[in-house]
């Protein structure tokens, strides 16, 4: 497997991760309006109801799906377009999705708060550390 490939998989990961989330939310949404008495227009504004616990964190999930990995998508282009061969960006990508996947899988069934902060702190300084090696390797090449 090239390295190319090997940076792609893990954007490719987190970009199907952020879709299923996405649809698994969506279909969430016609549960809490059929079953639970959701008022439609309660999504025109996202004011007037309270969300059931079950749709809430799967839609936070899905936001968060949709804040701090955009960074990461860029670390990750920027590294192809650069045509960088490093095998330890490839450890910090795979690590990146294996948090977010944990992270996934925490918030959005036992969601206690102190096991997602530590997974989510520790996609943070993977994310952190790409951006510092990116940031060196910038400053050290002419």
């Known amino acids: 497997m090239t390295q190319t490939t090997?940076?792609?998989?893990p954007m490719l990961g987190m970009i199907f991760l952020t879709f299923g989330v996405m649809m698994w939310m969506l279909k969430l949404r016609y549960q809490a309006i059929r079953e639970d008495g959701?008022?439609?227009?309660?999504?025109?504004?996202?004011?007037?109801?309270?969300?059931?616990?079950?749709?809430?964190?799967?839609t936070q999930n899905y936001e968060n799906?949709?804040?701090m990995p955009i960074l990461f998508y860029i670390a990750m282009i920027l590294l192809l377009v650069l045509r960088v061969n490093d095998?330890?960006?490839?450890?910090?990508?795979?690590?990146?999705?294996?948090?977010r996947l944990i992270h996934t899988y925490i918030h959005t069934h036992s969601n206690k708060?102190?096991?997602?902060?530590?997974?989510?702190?520790?996609?943070?300084?993977i994310l952190v550390a790409i951006w510092?090696?990116?940031?060196?390797?910038?400053?050290?090449?002419?």
């Open 6 to 9: 090997m940076l792609l998989l």
């Open 38 to 58: 959701l008022n439609p227009n309660y999504f025109k504004l996202y004011r007037g109801a309270k969300l059931p616990d079950y749709l809430a964190k799967v």
């Open 65 to 67: 799906l949709l804040e």
């Open 87 to 99: 095998s330890l960006f490839v450890i910090l990508a795979w690590g990146f999705l294996v948090s």
């Open 113 to 125: 708060v102190t096991y997602r902060k530590n997974v989510f702190i520790t996609s943070c300084f």
């Open 132 to 142: 510092v090696k990116i940031s060196i390797s910038v400053m050290t090449h002419p």
